[in-house]
């Protein structure tokens, strides 16, 4: 029987980055002092670099302003910091096949077309969710989206008629983006199949998105859901709607329905829509035995992103100290729980001068939205994960 104790994390994105700085910066070092086992860190992703994905609404319209060197970076980059730690992680490019609890292993389908069954002491379910489209989250190697973000900036540049269906902060975001970039030479029009955008944010700031939005040239449309989309002979895309009518655009930009990437999992770690069915508490995932947690979006313990992640990797951090350190013997750890805080927060930039958000339940105005996110959506802030910035303390 083998003396290494693989930790691994199933995704490479926020959250699994997150956990795995944090176990690099504050319990892989705690855990070479076990004179009983040595421990690695693996990580699988299907991507090799990291994508700093909130961007995307201005990078669909313009990679020149937001470069693709500055919005993707190689995941293992962040981990060369930790010298003392150089042999003991692992990146895997591949994608989750299947977990089995019992024998505690996970079948992963590896990027150059084999497979590979890799043996876990620990695992953190951090594989997040997926959208329809490459230009809002990665399918598979970053080269796909990067190539995909390409071809939109050449549609956008011509197109006269441009659809993008979805009411929440991506699909408003990419609207205002696209009006403020175009300045009016197309015809813009945003689909939702709710009654208000922005289903986070209270009706007089939706509403005031809306204004916003029609003031730089852009059509809302509510109550209509997208059935189907195709493209034609002549690269135009014919748009299904649930009204029984279409729609045909230049470009069509899908940024809705986003779903958790859990195909891989059994059904008894699988709960409401199919996220990870995850201890709200502790961030556990009890079903499956002993030192299996779940990070991030595909928790569904709250309404996902980066502001509630930030309040749930320490609780994650605090629980796999307490378990990995207590079962090695070499250190302790107090536990911490989890607490959901509903609170009205989300920023939402139309364009880069303005914006309609909210922070705990009070109202920002445009301005601030704009210097907090609008001005380059956050991108300064990227380190917080790929170098786990952000997990400095414990």
């Given at each position: ?86 042999d003991s992680i692992i990146f895997h490019q591949g994608s989750a ?11 992963i389908n590896t990027h150059e077309g084999g497979s590979e069954t ?168 009890d079903a499956a035995g002993p030192r299996v947690y779940a990070a ?99």
């Amino acid at each position: 029987m083998s003396n290494t104790r693989n930790i691994v994390i199933l995704g490479a994105s926020f959250s699994g980055l997150s956990a795995a700085h944090y176990l690099a910066k504050h319990v892989l070092p705690q855990l070479q002092r076990s004179k009983d086992f040595k421990y690695a860190l693996h990580l699988v992703d299907p991507s090799t670099h990291f994508w700093w994905n909130i961007a995307a609404p201005r990078e669909i319209v313009s990679v020149k302003e937001m470069k693709h060197e500055d919005c993707f970076v190689p995941h293992m980059d962040g981990f060369k910091q930790y010298t003392n730690l150089k042999d003991s992680i692992i990146f895997h490019q591949g994608s989750a096949a299947g977990l089995d609890t019992n024998l505690r292993t996970v079948s992963i389908n590896t990027h150059e077309g084999g497979s590979e069954t890799l043996e876990y002491y620990a695992l953190v379910i951090a594989t997040g969710v997926r959208s329809p489209s490459p230009l809002t989250t990665l399918h598979g190697p970053h080269t796909t989206t990067m190539k995909a973000l390409d071809e939109m900036n050449e549609k956008l540049a011509t197109a006269k008629e441009i659809v993008i269906a979805g009411g929440g902060p991506v699909g408003v975001e990419t609207a205002g983006e696209i009006a403020t970039h175009l300045k009016g030479k197309a015809t813009i029009t945003l689909i939702t199949g709710s009654s208000k955008l922005l289903p986070v944010l209270r009706e007089s700031l939706a509403a005031k998105a809306q204004k916003m939005l029609e003031k730089s040239g852009v059509t809302v449309m509510y109550n209509i859901k997208v059935q189907g989309s195709e493209e034609t002979s002549d690269g135009q895309t014919e748009i299904k709607l649930d009204n029984g009518k279409t729609m045909t655009a230049d470009a069509y930009i899908p940024a809705f329905g986003s779903q958790p990437n859990t195909d891989f999992l059994p059904d008894n770690l699988k709960g409401k829509g199919d996220y990870v069915e995850t201890n709200g508490q502790t961030l556990r995932v009890d079903a499956a035995g002993p030192r299996v947690y779940a990070a991030g979006d595909v928790t569904g313990v709250d309404k996902g992103g980066i502001m509630c992640l930030y309040n749930t990797i320490p609780v994650l951090g605090a629980n796999m100290s307490h378990d990995l350190l207590s079962d090695a013997g070499v250190g302790n750890a107090a536990e911490k729980t989890y607490t959901r805080k509903d609170a009205e927060t989300q920023l939402v930039p139309i364009g880069a001068k303005t914006g309609v958000g909210a922070f705990n339940g009070w109202s920002m105005p445009g301005f601030a939205v704009s210097m907090i996110k609008g001005k380059d959506y956050m991108l300064k802030n990227m380190g917080d994960f790929t170098e786990g910035k952000k997990w400095v303390k414990a």
